[in-house]
């Protein structure tokens, strides 16, 4: 499925923000992309295949002999090895679960990350389904969110803004209206106010959202952001709320 | 159908869906639960305090008064972090009724809770 302009947007930035950084070393190996093993070299793996939408072949080498081989287009795993390339499979959606357990297996055993990057030698894998990221999450073991790349507040609210009908920062004390809903950010104001004077509980450690959406005659519903800083009101339509979640739940 | 049969039918409709429990929210009391793994009901009663403080609780009472149309309490609730979510929706009928679910992300929120409005319905009508 083809990722939504936001997320696109994200993505270009993040790649905009590590062109800007200095070249990691380059070594017979590779380039380096985690210099250690376990989640970090699972977490640059993924990011490594995510980043990837032209066909390439990836060759990730982590040390020790552990070395991983995978034809990757479109962000989609299409076919996979832990030995030569000659030996890759194709790879199904249904192979999810076994690709997710060689990859933590590989990253648990990794020393540091480096990968080559090639163009594939020929199409072997054009056509095949393949498996994305998302269908990866769902099988990795104890799902470490920090696989899933975390954006800032700002970051969120700032993508919010496409889908919002009104938001109200209560950390800074702005607020302002999308679309003309003036209305609805006085909502947000009065649920703000009410918040500060009383009932609040301590702030938490981490950022948690709540949405609550009321009747079928309601046609707004509400996002409450609670961070260590103060919170943050959203009022978007109840038609977004997969959005919403999908744009809120990265806040880390 | 049998209750448990629905909730189960309802969590293998969703992979990513851990637990779905039916409980009522004025006694606290989980009904029905269908899990991926095995759970406690230490772990089902804290979810059904989840779901009475999420549709419930002073929050959503202020809601009910300031925000939503007709004074009604929100009908559905879904709290998030990274980590994991869990989605309350509140029976149309029967207002203490609820069925509580707990998924991963990424999670197709909307069509989850369209899919457990039905469910719930159809348990609320069969009381």
Sequence with gaps: ?252 | MAVRDRLDDLRSGFPGCSIVAFADLSTGMVFAASTREKTTQEKLDALCAKARSALSGPISARLADQVFQDGDAPSQAVIFDTASMVCFLRSDTAANEALCLVCDHPAPVAAMMARGAEVLATLSAEG
């Excluded at chain 1, 699972?42 to 032209?54: C, D, H, K, N, P």
């Excluded at chain 1, 552990?66 to 034809?71: M, S, Y």
């Excluded at chain 1, 981490?206 to 959203?234: H, K, N, Y």
């Design chain 1, 1 to 252: 499925m083809p990722d939504g302009p936001m997320e696109e947007e994200q993505r270009l930035r993040d790649v905009l923000q590590r062109l800007a950084e200095p070249a990691a070393p380059v070594t017979e190996r590779g380039q380096l992309i985690a210099e250690t093993g376990g989640q970090t070299a699972l977490t640059a793996l993924l990011r490594e295949i995510a980043e990837t939408v032209l066909p390439r072949r990836l060759r990730f080498d982590g040390g020790m002999g552990g070395v991983l081989t995978c034809d990757v287009a479109e962000r989609r795993i299409q076919s996979f090895g832990t030995g030569a390339a000659e030996a890759l499979a194709e790879i199904a959606i249904e192979d999810a679960p076994d690709v997710a357990a060689a990859l933590q297996c590989f990253s648990k055993a990794a020393v540091a990350l480096h990968v080559q990057r090639d163009i594939v030698p020929h199409d072997s894998a054009a056509g095949a389904l393949g498996v994305s990221i998302p269908d990866l999450l769902h099988h990795l073991a104890g799902k470490d969110t920090n696989t899933v790349p975390k954006v800032s507040a700002a970051t969120a609210r700032a993508e919010s803004e496409s889908h919002a009908l009104a938001i109200l920062d209560g950390a800074t004390g702005s607020d302002h209206c999308v679309k003309g809903q003036e209305g609805i950010a006085v909502h947000l104001r009065a649920l703000e106010e009410n918040w500060t004077a009383g009932a609040s509980p301590d702030a938490p450690t981490a950022p948690m959202c709540q949405i609550w959406t009321g009747g079928v005659s309601d046609t707004f519903a509400i996002l409450l952001v609670t961070l260590e800083t103060g919170r943050i009101w959203v009022a978007f339509e109840p038609e977004h709320l997969d959005t919403c979640v999908a744009c809120w739940s990265r806040v880390g």
